[in-house]
């Protein structure tokens, strides 16, 4: 996908607000910071979230250069691999295929209502999510009590493309931080010709009012010390504004001990070689007081997490990953 394309996709008059509102934060003119970023998206690649969520209006172009935007990613991910077979895209599939990573009970309406029923009966409370869904949009948590018919909820089921499944019970000690949410690793996995590489992992932390932990739902990001296993740094939102503790649960980010840290770590490396055809994948990891378990992998994940929790561009680490690959050839 081009420049010209992101720039015919993009919403400008919502994004020409958004300039307005940081004009007069920064003291910038709204049109030239307009006209400015139509550069970056012909000169670095960027859509018109990267010149906001990076703060481009506030950097050079060779901190510009250095982001992985999301030009840069759709030419990158062409080469790179993106899921040739489908496997990860699918999230029925991906539990059906991969219980040894996902651990936990699914259903699908292909299953037949006799398998609804049963899993009624055995989950009390589950969750209720799109099967193609993105940034945790549409995810819920339902119990078996609000089901009033069996037959018309699995036709709500199938109507929709949504599915079941067991409600993660996450690890006490890791659950403190934001108890009302499930809060999971992102790691980032390579793999060249069997080399499965760990080259980038972030704690994804709820705010304790949505279950879910997304970037986009409200949550926050916190930098991860892949050696020591703790959390490292302030956490920050999509809106880049940092927190030393968590505003509901006041407890402190840095320093703290991520469980089964070791069992995450060779997880992902386990499933990233089931897919070795997808060169980069994002796994996305709960904790239960049993060990970690893989919600999903994203193919051709986004680096917006990782560059707005550094505040700094991550494009060297696809530019390593290609580096590898020439050295393969």
């Known amino acids: 996908m081009g420049a010209l394309q992101f720039a015919k996709n993009g919403n400008y008059k919502r994004f020409y607000e958004n300039l307005k509102i940081i004009g007069k934060k920064e003291h910038k003119s709204p049109l030239i910071m307009f006209i400015d970023s ?105 119990n078996a009590s609000e089901v009033e018919d069996i037959k018309d909820f699995n036709d709500y089921i199938d109507a929709n493309d949504m599915f079941l499944e067991e409600l993660i019970v996450q690890n006490k000690e890791w659950g403190k931080i934001s108890p009302k949410s499930i809060n999971t690793i992102r790691v980032m996995t390579s793999n060249v010709n069997g080399n499965v590489n760990i080259f980038c992992m972030i704690a994804r932390i709820g705010n304790s009012i949505n279950l879910q932990d997304n970037f986009h739902q409200g949550g926050s990001g916190v930098m991860v010390d892949t050696e020591k296993g703790i959390l490292v740094g302030n956490a920050t939102n999509k809106d880049m504004e940092e927190f030393e503790v968590h505003p509901v649960s006041g407890i402190k980010f840095d320093g703290y001990k991520i469980p089964y840290f070791n069992e995450i770590i060779e997880l992902t490396k386990k499933a990233a070689l089931k897919f070795p055809k997808t060169i980069v994948i994002g796994w996305d990891v709960a904790i239960t007081d049993k060990g970690p378990l893989i919600i999903e992998g994203n193919n051709g994940p986004g680096f917006d997490l990782p560059q707005v929790v550094m505040n700094k561009g991550n494009k060297y680490m696809l530019e390593n990953i290609k580096e590898e690959m020439n050295q393969k050839k």
């Open 38 to 142: 139509a550069l970056c998206v012909l000169v670095t690649g960027s859509g018109l979230s990267d010149y906001l969520n990076y703060k481009f209006y506030n950097k050079s172009w060779k901190e510009r250069k250095t982001y992985a935007t999301i030009g840069y990613q759709a030419d990158f991910y062409k080469v790179g691999g993106l899921d040739p077979d489908k496997l990860l895209h699918n999230k029925i599939n991906f539990l059906r295929d991969n219980p040894d990573l996902t651990k936990r009970d699914f259903y699908s309406t292909d299953q037949g209502i006799e398998a609804l029923e049963k899993f009624l009966k055995k989950h009390n409370t589950f969750v209720i999510k799109p099967i193609n869904g993105l940034g945790g949009a549409d995810v819920k948590k339902m």
